[in-house]
């Protein structure tokens, strides 16, 4: 963890993504989580380390990143867009890809269509992050007939989740069907949009993101990205932000060491999902941090 050359040095979590094992968030939990050592040490935060330094998650070592893998998968309604081995329902689960992959955001259990999948970590929040003005475009069908004031107020912008959600594309396409494309990722969003609309969704497809469409891809099948797609797609995300997804929570993150007396707490900002911050709450509330003790003390 020690370097000459400051330059050389490079936080715990993205190295573990630069790898190709998970992306930075997951990274950051398996960290949290007590399974990360560096040099056979325990490691609790996110330090900058050398490249050379030994990690090892679970006490196996991590491997260098071999060729970047991308994949457009048409999921079906049922599967769950986590890589959780507790969910049975999970991408992974269903793809069973020999190589190890995770999604590229989330898509709802109950909704279909267009994900990526990849071993590449590094573009996971260029692709993520909605200030980039990445676009995602969705088919949805609501259970009763659309008005041009339901079109209008889904365009310019619907308050949920205690903002305003940002202008967008929509197009009605029949009595119950429209089309919307958007740049932001927040929490269930569309649903949440019609639920505010007094609008139930009854079925949820998302057909492009940024470049790639689900064009030949069935439900429940997958493929490679195109050399040509490949090409494109970093030319896109070329100038994109590595930050995480500007539709995340920010929550304050405090260090777990002890300070000195009389030393301030530094306090960090970190971004997270709407949903993971409200889930881990529930749970915190109920096993505490003895989990976390356990571990470090062994």
Not at 79 to 96: C, E, G, Q
Not at 206 to 214: D, K
Not at 228 to 233: K, V
Request: proline share 4%; charged share 35%; glycine share 4%.
């Amino acid at each position: 963890m020690k370097s000459d050359n400051n330059d050389e040095l490079i936080s715990l979590n993205k190295y573990i993504s630069s790898t190709g094992f998970c992306s930075r968030r997951e990274a950051e939990k398996l960290i949290e989580q007590a399974r990360v050592t560096v040099n056979g040490k325990l490691m609790i935060e996110s330090v900058k380390i050398a490249v050379t330094d030994r990690v090892e998650i679970d006490g196996e070592r991590l491997k260098t990143k071999k060729q970047p893998l991308y994949i457009a998968f048409n999921k079906p309604k049922g599967v769950t867009s986590t890589t959780d081995p507790k969910d049975r329902t999970n991408i992974i689960y269903f793809l069973n890809h020999p190589k190890r992959i995770f999604p590229i955001g989330r898509l709802d259990k109950d909704s279909e269509g267009l994900i990526f999948l990849t071993n590449d970590g590094d573009i996971v929040n260029k692709i993520l992050r909605a200030s980039n003005n990445h676009e995602k475009e969705y088919v949805v069908m609501v259970d009763k007939n659309i008005t041009p004031d339901f079109i209008k107020q889904m365009s310019n912008g619907v308050q949920i989740l205690d903002t305003v959600t940002k202008k967008c594309k929509v197009t009605q396409e029949s009595n119950k069907r429209f089309r919307i494309v958007l740049t932001q990722g927040l929490n269930r969003q569309i649903r949440r949009m019609c639920e505010a609309l007094d609008y139930k969704v009854m079925m949820l497809t998302r057909t492009r993101i940024m470049n790639i469409t689900l064009s030949n891809i069935p439900v429940g099948k997958w493929r490679h990205f195109t050399p040509a797609e490949i090409e494109t797609l970093n030319k896109m995300v070329g100038s994109s932000s590595k930050t995480e997804e500007a539709s995340y929570v920010e929550t304050p993150v405090v260090s777990k060491r002890r300070k000195k007396p009389g030393t301030e707490v530094k306090k960090e900002v970190e971004q997270r999902p709407y949903d993971e911050v409200e889930e881990e709450k529930k749970k915190n509330k109920k096993r505490g941090y003895s989990e976390f003790r356990r571990k470090k003390r062994d």
